[in-house]
């Protein structure tokens, strides 16, 4: 009797450890959960909820990528011609960097939201303002952005697949491209996105039109690499059936793919579905890279009555939450640890390397080299358990030196440089992920990076 009784609590006790093995490798955040695919997830934040502490409490739990509403936006950063102002920008830019999350730009480039000055302005002056205001805010935050969206909604609506006309569409065809190459010479170490809403169908004629356009980008060399969805979503713009193949055709051209504005108008089982197919078709696409909900409570949607986000105006969960959650704790493929960048001038095969290090963690290195110089991009990754910080060391060949850098700290210039991380991307769960980066001149070809955790 008394035998019989501790076998069944052994039993007991041994089911319960397996239970808890099994919750411990799915994530229980958004965050969390997406990055154990290489992937992240992401909200829009606006400057004035910062002091809202549900509001925090929630950005700080669940997301790992910050994209600030309005205040990046034209008007906000140039209220006056050649007077920049970024106060607001900078204090979501700083709480997501002290919180261990990365931002994304938005927007470089964009026919709405100019300032009064801008809205004026036609032909070549406002081609050079737009390239100045591009260059200046992409230098301000240079090292600081993930991804930029450095041209914003530039095509028309419709079936015409032809561009928006606005003011810089009027400044010459062109006004796209200049964009992209001012951004990329500000500030080389971030992926510069086209974004767009309605192109989310793959047989739209936006669709379409936004398709040709990065492809022939890509075949001139012009500077892109990523394409950012949208995807506002409702009862008129309901989720297509062929949205993993929109998101799998654009990835097909040699960029990545982001879901950048992400809403769905609806509630309870329907709307819960619709996320899960979203995020399914996401996690289906190697070149997807993460997702981003636009706002985090109903309340704080530009689309409020619609109840198109995660969490209920009190900052409950909703279905729609779990459902995400789920979708993405489900697998799907893994985001390759490197991802090359195109250059203007490339002059060889980008390099990418990856060596296990002595203690915890992997390197690896993604080299956008041209004639006499380079940009480095390493990923930092954990191993089988957390870690508190790393060191990452590269051996520079001879004649290569850093000219400088970011998201590190670093110490030499040639030869063997060694990296550090900075206060808030030491710490990584296991199996996640963080990037530095630098610029150099010289050859950084065959860079082998190794990688120790403490
Ligand atoms: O419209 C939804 C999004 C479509 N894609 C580009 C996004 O940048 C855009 O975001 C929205 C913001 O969510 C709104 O918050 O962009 C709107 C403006 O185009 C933003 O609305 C503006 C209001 O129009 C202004 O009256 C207001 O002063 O928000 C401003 C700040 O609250």
Redesign the pocket.
């Known amino acids: 009797m008394r035998a019989a009784l501790v076998s069944t609590l052994v039993t007991a006790t041994t089911g319960a450890a397996v239970l808890l093995a099994t919750s411990a490798s799915a994530g229980t955040t958004l965050g969390a959960s997406a990055a154990e695919s290489g992937r992240y997830f992401g909200t ?1 934040v ?1 400057a004035n909820k910062l002091s809202d502490s549900t509001y925090v409490g929630i950005l700080n739990r669940e997301f790992n990528m910050v994209t600030a ?2 205040e990046m ?1 034209i008007d906000a950063t140039e209220p006056q011609q050649g007077q920049f102002s970024y106060a607001n920008a900078d204090r979501i830019v700083n709480h997501a960097r002290g919180q261990g999350m990365r931002v994304r730009g ?2 470089l480039a964009w026919h ?2 100019q300032p009064g000055w801008m809205q004026n302005m036609s032909g070549t002056a406002l081609r050079n303002a737009m390239l100045n205001h591009v260059t200046q805010v992409a230098t301000y935050y240079r090292g600081k952005i993930y991804a930029w969206d450095v041209v ?2 530039a095509f028309a609506d419709g079936s015409t697949g032809a561009r928006r006309d606005s003011n810089l569409q009027r400044t010459g065809d062109d006004w796209i491209e200049a964009a992209f190459r001012a951004a990329r010479a500000a500030d080389p170490g971030a992926k510069l996105c086209y974004n767009d ?1 309605n192109t989310d169908d793959w047989t739209h004629a936006k669709t379409q039109a936004v398709y040709r356009m990065v492809q022939d980008f890509k075949q001139r060399g012009v500077p892109i690499d990523c394409v950012g969805l ?1 995807s ?1 979503f409702n009862s008129q713009s309901p989720v297509p059936s062929n949205y993993q193949t929109t998101l799998q055709n654009f990835a097909n051209l040699g960029v990545d793919v982001q879901i950048t ?1 992400l809403d769905i108008e609806g509630s309870g089982t329907a709307q819960a579905q619709n996320y899960e197919r979203v995020v399914k078709a996401c996690l289906a696409v190697t070149r997807c890279t993460g997702i981003t909900v ?1 706002g985090i409570r109903d309340t704080d949607s ?1 689309r409020s009555s619609g109840t198109p986000l995660l969490f209920d105006g009190s900052g409950n969960k909703k279905a729609a939450y779990t459902s995400t959650l789920n979708a993405l704790n489900s697998g799907g493929s893994t985001v390759p640890t490197s991802t090359t960048t195109s250059t203007t001038e490339p002059t060889g095969p980008t390099t990418t390397t990856t060596i296990p290090g002595p203690g915890g963690c992997t390197a690896s290195v993604s080299l956008n080299s041209w004639n006499g110089g380079f940009v480095a991009t390493v990923k930092v990754t954990a191993g089988s358990s957390a870690i508190n910080g790393w060191t990452v060391t590269t051996n520079l060949p001879s004649g290569a030196s850093v000219t400088n850098a970011w998201n590190a700290d670093r110490s030499g210039n040639s030869g063997a440089v060694q990296w550090r991380n900075v206060s808030y991307n030491g710490r990584l769960a296991a199996g996640t992920s963080t990037e530095f980066g630098f610029q150099g001149t010289g050859s950084a070809s065959g860079l082998t990076p190794t990688c120790a955790a403490g």
């Open positions: 829009a606006a509403e309005n936006k938005h927007t709405s939201q914003n909604e809403y949208q506002h504005e636009w530009w």
